[in-house]
């Protein structure tokens, strides 16, 4: 496969993760109880959002590189390396989960970082950087949560 086909399946594998991420995500601040419920519904919007821009950022990076996005919820169910919610489990579960997806995608943005950097295509590259440096902050303060 060339390479530049790579990044574009690299990119959009990250279009599928956050589309399923983004519903998740609402799911978890929808259900979420507990002692922790006001902090975590406010994380778990403010990680929402975040999937929103996400989607956005990456699909247009996407068609600006002659790619072409997925755009249906059963194509990103299909390309997808998270798995949508499917139980209303308790508030840790919740975060425990969180941290499992991220972990996943910042797996997939180093393979993605360096199938950028081989053909250098520097946005993308930058992209997939700077939410791995994100994501791994999220990482370590949802894994500070839990204690």
Same mark, same amino acid.
């Given at each position: 496969?060339?390479?530049?086909?790579?990044?574009?399946?690299?990119?959009n594998?990250?279009?599928?993760?956050?589309?399923?991420?983004?519903?998740?995500?609402?799911?978890?601040?929808? $259900?979420?109880?507990?002692?922790h419920?006001?902090?975590?519904?406010?994380?778990?919007?403010?990680?929402?959002?975040?999937?929103?821009?996400?989607?956005?950022?990456? !699909?247009?990076?996407?068609?600006?590189?002659?790619?072409?996005?997925?755009?249906?919820?059963?194509?990103?169910?299909?390309?997808?390396?998270?798995?949508?919610?499917?139980?209303?489990?308790?508030?840790?579960?919740?975060?425990?989960?969180?941290?499992?997806?991220?972990?996943?995608?910042?797996?997939?943005?180093?393979?993605?970082?360096?199938?950028?950097?081989?053909?250098?295509?520097?946005?993308?590259?930058?992209?997939?950087?700077?939410?791995?440096?994100?994501l791994?902050?999220?990482?370590?303060?949802?894994? !500070? $949560?839990?204690?």
């Amino acid at each position: 496969m060339e390479k530049q086909v790579q990044v574009q399946d690299a990119l959009n594998k990250q279009v599928a993760n956050w589309t399923v991420l983004y519903t998740k995500l609402h799911h978890f601040h929808w $259900y979420v109880k507990g002692h922790h419920f006001f902090s975590l519904h406010e994380k778990l919007e403010e990680l929402y959002n975040k999937a929103d821009s996400v989607i956005d950022e990456f !699909a247009e990076r996407l068609l600006a590189i002659n790619g072409k996005p997925v755009s249906t919820l059963k194509g990103s169910l299909e390309l997808a390396s998270i798995q949508e919610a499917e139980t209303t489990s308790g508030a840790d579960e919740m975060v425990k989960e969180v941290v499992n997806d991220f972990t996943i995608i910042i797996g997939e943005l180093k393979e993605g970082i360096a199938l950028a950097d081989d053909v250098k295509d520097d946005v993308t590259e930058d992209m997939f950087i700077s939410l791995q440096e994100e994501l791994e902050k999220h990482v370590w303060m949802l894994n !500070a $949560y839990l204690g």
